[in-house]
């Protein structure tokens, strides 16, 4: 991988909070399946960068793996069916597997700790990408209105059941789904970055979220979670100055 600076900005999928029983076993298996770049911080704890440098994160112990299909974070591979022989010969289940065209195909895989996350194979490269999310939600264009009043992400297909959406910086995509219940617990924990914290949280308050956990839990870092409209549970982090 190329070594870069991420890319920064208010309203980018920025950051990975994976469980794990035992984090050696998975950062090795992320590394050797996905080319993830593997650093140890200087508290001792084990992060990683993606495919491309820009979505970052850690595996946490104590927390239950991330089992049910709800939301689902999918990761870019150049070969769909490769990277499915080097999952199944390192032990991996496959849960499911799609063909959309001649060119893409999805699929969704257990880790060793049993996350479920997913595939998916495009002809543009960026293997190792953390490239979509899945959010669960009840109503689709409620859903939608929120994350874009509170973090400004660009919509596409606005007014249907197929809204899609682009993160602050254009780096992750993904869209709302119908028929999933939602990520309630923090577990496999997806975090958004923003630009000032505490404006976000009264933003989500005032649209219709839920404060989790308040700023000033994980200090001197800058974060807080939030449970969405439809429960889902996500972070914020604001770049420390």
């Known amino acids: 991988m190329e070594n870069k600076e991420p890319t920064l900005g208010n309203g980018k999928i920025c950051y990975l909070e994976m469980p794990a029983n035992n984090v050696e076993a998975s950062s090795a298996f992320y590394n050797k399946i996905f080319g993830w770049h593997i650093r140890t911080r200087g508290d001792g704890s084990t992060a990683f960068d993606d495919g491309i440098g820009e979505v970052s994160g850690a595996w946490v112990m104590g927390r239950k793996p991330h089992t049910d299909i709800g939301l689902v974070v999918s990761i ?10 080097r999952l199944t010969a390192n032990g991996s289940k496959i849960v499911n597997r799609i063909k959309i065209s001649e060119t893409e195909e999805v699929a969704w895989f257990a880790d060793p700790a049993g996350n479920i996350l997913g595939l998916y194979q495009h002809p543009g490269g960026g293997n190792g990408k953390i490239c979509y999310v899945e959010i669960p939600a009840a109503d689709i264009a409620g859903s939608a209105n929120f994350y874009h009043t509170i973090f400004g992400w660009p919509l596409r297909d606005r007014g249907s059941d197929r809204v899609s959406f682009d993160d602050g910086v254009g780096v992750v995509s993904g869209m ?5 219940k939602p990520s309630a617990e923090p577990g496999l924990m997806i975090y958004v970055m923003v630009d000032n914290a505490t404006a976000t949280v009264d933003a989500v308050s005032a649209h219709g979220g839920q404060i989790v956990q308040p700023i000033g839990h994980d200090a001197p870092e800058i974060t807080a979670r939030f449970a969405d409209p439809f429960g889902n549970v996500l972070g914020i982090y604001q770049n420390p100055e």
Do not use: I, K, N
Not at 76 to 84: F, G, K, Q, R
Not at 176 to 180: M, S
């Open 76 to 85: 870019m591979v150049d070969s769909l069916a490769e990277t499915v022989d």
């Open 176 to 180: 709302w789904v119908h028929g999933r």
